[in-house]
């Protein structure tokens, strides 16, 4: 199966908007390899519209994919970025075709596995990210939670371990994801290790200029991550021998001088 995280995630010049995948697919008769699921949605000059993340079977999220780019390409050409409240009139459209889409190959009796996740910014620093689910019915997150997660890995620890660390747009949330996903990985023999799907998308400000920035991690960041990962699994378990053999009031007054 999958786990792809959607973060809106707070920056100098507004919010942003982070998708983060693991990249192991397995067949029916078990057979692993790597796809894609996250995909750029970008005009005909490659400029970022949005990014969709997608868990389920390949060939509906491909689907969903590309309806949701048709969509989006025609409300770019009339204004670009597609702002935050003409965004959502895009993802209700979307909605519309899904419901369809999906409904019709459930009346030929094929169950569709299917879930996306579509984010966006706007030049206001304004993100938009919107969940649809398998029957196509959308529902906007950015608000409330601030987040997405979905595919098999939500249920076995991904909203776990967001809820224990604390959802916060403040936050390394590139880490946060990667190590979602890594720790993740370890338990469900269907979600992969964090391989450095993650796409950024955000308003970059060059010379009082404007422009929406997008773009995978590099090589390095990824390598970072991976390292500050491991790093911080062993702090945390530190932590709780500390708390085992000093009591948690005493561990909280330490914290509490560094922190202050």
């Not at 596995?113 to 993100?127: I, K």
């Not at 699994?233 to 053999?245: F, I």
Request: aromatic share 8%.
């Amino acid at each position: 199966m999958t786990l792809v995280i959607g973060l809106k995630w707070a920056t100098e010049h507004g919010e942003a908007v982070l998708m983060t995948s693991d990249t192991k697919a397995t067949t029916s008769l078990g057979i692993a390899y790597e796809m894609k699921k996250i995909y750029p949605i970008l005009s005909d000059d490659d400029k970022a519209i949005a990014v969709a993340g997608g868990a389920g079977d390949a060939a509906f999220i491909k689907q969903g994919v590309r309806l949701a780019e048709k969509v989006l390409l025609a409300y770019a050409e009339k204004q670009y970025p597609v702002p935050q409240d003409t965004f959502e009139g895009a993802a209700s459209e979307i909605e519309s075709k899904l419901v369809t889409r999906l409904g019709e190959l459930r009346r030929k009796g094929i169950e569709p596995s299917f879930q996306m996740v579509l984010g966006s910014v706007d030049l206001d620093g304004r993100a938009s990210m919107y969940v649809f689910n398998s029957m196509g019915l959308v529902e906007a997150v950015h608000d409330n939670p601030g987040y997405a997660i979905i595919g098999s890995g939500m249920i076995t620890g991904g909203m776990l371990l967001l809820k224990m660390i604390g959802y916060e747009s403040s936050l390394e949330l590139g880490l946060v994801s990667a190590f979602i996903i890594d720790s993740v990985s370890e338990i469900d023999t269907s979600v992969g290790p964090f391989a450095g799907e993650s796409y950024f998308m955000r308003v970059k400000v060059d010379g009082g200029q404007k422009s929406i920035a997008f773009g995978p991690l590099t090589d390095e960041a990824v390598l970072e991550y991976k390292k500050k990962i491991g790093a911080r699994r062993e702090l945390l378990k530190k932590l709780w021998k500390l708390s085992d053999a000093h009591g948690e009031e005493a561990v909280r007054r330490c914290l509490s001088k560094v922190h202050d």
